[in-house]
Every structure is written in structure tokens, then in C-alpha cells.
């Protein structure tokens, strides 16, 4: 069982303590595991490619899933890749949630919550509280809940007794899923202790970093990111929001909601907000197609929505106010400025008035030739 479990949450305590035990040194990971480093490599290839990690879980002595794992975050660390870095991360929250979904043992739900993330939490199965079997300490909650930025995780609306937060099995699996996301981002290998590699690592390395140099080529020539005069118009709350979206990290739904409605009511296109989400490490293009069609009124019942206004990005941790004294004092050379209440009148006021300035400067250039 313990074979089992390290090498379906090869991110785990246990799992760690396993691989110290074998005293592994990864210069010679190529030679002596060879299946496992071939496999990692692939896998890595596969996530740049938006594919997932296979589902079947690998205890073989020749390719167990733990030195699978191991060899991956090295290469990821001698990548320095936000983007790659996002995709394993989250890879691995996914079949996370996929896998306790699937066993429903709860010693694997307790041994990830106390032993590595070190929470909390107790098993109510025996308690009158059936339908939140679990209980976890609200501030273990809150190191995580806050992520998916959705009124049904605010503390507020939590069963809460004594300091104990009442949850159902699928919401403490979601909780540690997500846990795992932020876990293996917040587990780095200090610089200080990545030895030399030896030249066998090299063509590895050369054609993932060339594999990544051409996926971020073509997602930043999409007309968002590389129109410079749109660029400088956005406000905060959106270059905020594309920025996470460019580097991989997976959007919560609200803010893939406020991009795309924000994203449409400039006028970008259906196909143009959808390239957006291809660096969404869940992106289906069939189905983001879909939801931004409906966005934009082309299904369903033919309404377009429009951006959220300033109130309601506050309220779910979007709104960047304190990086822009528009969004806090208002357009200042107009009169009685006001704070901005909704991003589209922010982008409309830059737009208007970076066209004043460009007016007036082919008014001075003009005046140049004429005298």
C-alpha cells in the first residue's frame, strides 16, 4: 500500500522520504534510470504540447511514477519556466483530484492533509454531521479556498463551529487538489543545490527549451499581447489577468469570465479572446469556443454580456486599484475626477485620450514643416 501511495502522490512527505533513502544522485539518473528519465522527458513534451499526464500509475522498479516525478522537477528547474512550471503543477493537482476521486480511502486524504501539507483536519464519518463528513481548522482553509475566487468558498458561507470548517469529501478533495497546485509551485530546488549536469541532460534540454521558445513565439503574436497602443490601455485588473493567463497558471473561473466579457466589449473577436485560454492547462478548444460564442450573444439567447464593473472584481480579488491612481482617484485631467467603477470606462478614457496626444503631436509636427 505504501508502494501504492507514493507513487500515485509522488510530490508526498513519504514520497520524499523514499527518494532520500535511496540516496539517488541526479547526475547519474540517465544512466541508471534510464526508462524513468525517457519518461519524464516525454511527459514534459506532452505538457508543452496542452496534454495531460497519463492516468495509469506506474509502480515498475524500471520507471516507478516517484523518480518519474523527481527527474522532472530537475529539468524544470534548469528550464526556468513559468509557463512549464504552471503546466506540472497543475498536471499533477488534476490526476491528484482524479485519484482520491476514484479511491475514496480517507487514509489518503488525512496522510496528504496532515503529513505534507500539515493541516488540520479530522473524520466525522462516525458523527451525526453526514454530509460534512470532514472538518479541517478554518486557517488551513483559508490557505487555499481563496484560489477559486467563488462565493461558495468564502469563509462566510462555510458550516463553522469552535474554529472547525464542516466540508463534504468532494470539497476536501478540491481543497488538497489545489493544495498540491500551490505545494509543488512553493517547492523549488535552491540553486545552491543543483549540482553540475553532465552532457547527457544537454540535447534534452535543447529541444525542450526550443519547444517552449516557439509555444511562447506564437502565443505572443496574438493581437492582445502584441498591439502596443491596446496594451497601454489596459488597466491593471487586465494586464494582471493576461499576464497569469500568459505565463500558465490556471485562471479561476471568474477571471476567465471578466477577460473574456472585457476582451469582447473592446471588440476582440470570438477566435482572438479563445487563443487567449490556450495556455490554460485545461483548455478545450471546442468548448472555450462554445463559451465565448455565448458570451458574445452568438448563442443561447442572444445577449452579450458586459464587463464586470470595479465593485464586483474587488469583491473577488481581481481589481488592482493600488497599482494605478486612475483606479483610485479617477482620470485626473478631467474634471472632478472620480474613481473608476467599471475597466471599460478606464480602457475608453486611455484610448481617448492617447488619440488627443496623437492629434496634438501631428499638430506640432505640422507646425514644424509650415515654419
Not at 533513502?21 to 528519465?37: A, Q, Y
Request: some cysteine; charged content about 25%; proline content about 5%.
Amino acid at each position: 500500500m505504501q508502494n501504492i501511495f507514493i507513487n500515485s502522490f509522488p510530490f508526498s512527505k513519504q514520497a520524499s522520504e523514499h527518494l532520500r533513502e535511496l540516496e539517488i544522485d541526479i547526475r547519474t539518473l540517465p544512466e541508471n534510470f534510464p526508462n524513468s528519465f525517457h519518461e519524464a522527458y516525454n511527459r514534459l513534451i506532452s505538457l508543452i504540447e496542452m496534454k495531460d499526464l497519463p492516468e495509469k500509475i506506474n509502480t515498475s522498479l524500471t520507471s516507478p511514477e516517484v523518480i518519474v516525478y523527481a527527474i522532472m522537477r530537475v529539468f524544470i528547474e534548469i528550464l526556468n519556466d513559468e509557463f512549464i512550471r504552471n503546466r506540472f503543477a497543475v498536471a499533477y493537482s488534476k490526476r491528484t483530484e482524479k485519484l482520491l476521486l476514484a479511491s475514496k480511502l480517507s487514509k489518503y486524504f488525512e496522510s496528504l492533509a496532515k503529513n505534507t501539507f500539515l493541516w488540520v483536519v479530522e473524520d466525522e464519518e462516525h458523527t451525526i454531521t453526514r454530509t460534512t463528513r470532514w472538518k479541517i481548522k478554518f486557517y488551513n482553509f483559508l490557505e487555499t479556498a481563496p484560489s477559486f475566487m467563488a462565493n461558495d468558498w468564502k469563509l462566510i458561507n462555510q458550516a463553522m463551529i469552535d474554529g472547525w470548517v464542516f466540508l463534504t469529501e468532494e470539497k476536501l478533495i478540491r481543497l488538497i487538489a489545489e493544495k498540491t497546485k500551490l505545494y509543488i509551485l512553493n517547492r523549488r530546488i535552491p540553486q545552491s543545490e543543483m549540482p553540475t549536469l553532465p552532457a547527457s541532460y544537454d540535447s534534452y534540454l535543447d529541444t525542450l527549451n526550443t519547444r517552449l521558445a516557439a509555444q511562447r513565439k506564437q502565443y505572443e503574436s496574438q493581437r492582445v499581447f502584441s498591439n502596443e497602443v491596446i496594451k497601454k490601455a489596459y488597466p491593471p485588473c487586465v494586464n494582471e489577468t493576461l499576464a497569469k493567463a500568459k505565463s500558465g497558471e490556471n485562471l479561476a473561473h471568474p477571471e476567465r469570465l471578466f477577460l473574456t466579457f472585457f476582451l469582447l466589449n473592446i471588440g476582440h473577436s470570438v477566435s482572438e479572446v479563445v487563443d487567449i485560454f490556450k495556455n490554460q492547462p485545461d483548455f478545450n478548444e471546442e468548448m472555450t469556443h462554445y463559451q465565448v460564442e455565448f458570451a458574445d450573444g452568438k448563442r443561447g439567447g442572444g445577449t452579450k454580456y458586459t464587463s464586470f464593473g470595479c465593485p464586483k472584481l474587488l469583491s473577488y480579488g481581481i481589481c488592482k486599484r493600488e497599482l494605478d491612481s486612475w483606479c483610485s482617484k479617477g482620470v485626473l485631467p478631467w474634471k472632478n475626477p472620480k474613481p473608476i467603477k467599471n475597466p471599460l470606462v478606464y480602457y475608453k478614457a486611455k484610448i481617448f485620450l492617447m488619440e488627443i496626444d496623437k492629434s496634438k503631436e501631428k499638430e506640432d509636427k505640422s507646425g514644424e514643416k509650415n515654419g
